[in-house]
């Protein structure tokens, strides 16, 4: 019996996959659990148009990810902390504070991704990866100066 998956099975496939499995797993098991769908023509059809528009939905945020990848490599953020000597600071700086700046500088931070190794802890210069599509990194420039 031919099925529509509609979520990942483990050794069977993935989401949107048209798979030939036993009719009795596809009953008992696939269809009832919400794992599948029977391959009818409509259901191909309506498979079909569904990945179409997953495409052009996945298009349009490659392509915004694309123009805030362009305005945050140009953008240098600057965050202030009080330091207890001339680098080491009080506390630290983590992505939170990097959003909020972010946010300050007008930029959508819905779907950032920041990743930093660890926290920020001295005065410095700082290169931090943001991920904004699994597809779309950008390198932020940030600067920690002494308050």
Known sequence: MKVILLKEVNKLGKEGDIVEVKSGYARNYLIPYGFAIEASSSNVKRLEKIKEERLKLENIALKRALEIKERLEKLSITLTAKSKDDEEI????????IINALKDEGIDTDNLKISLD????KLGAYTVNVRLHPKVNANLRLWVVKK
């Open 90 to 97: 009080y506390g630290s700086l983590n992505e939170t504070h």
């Open 118 to 121: 660890e926290p920020i802890r």
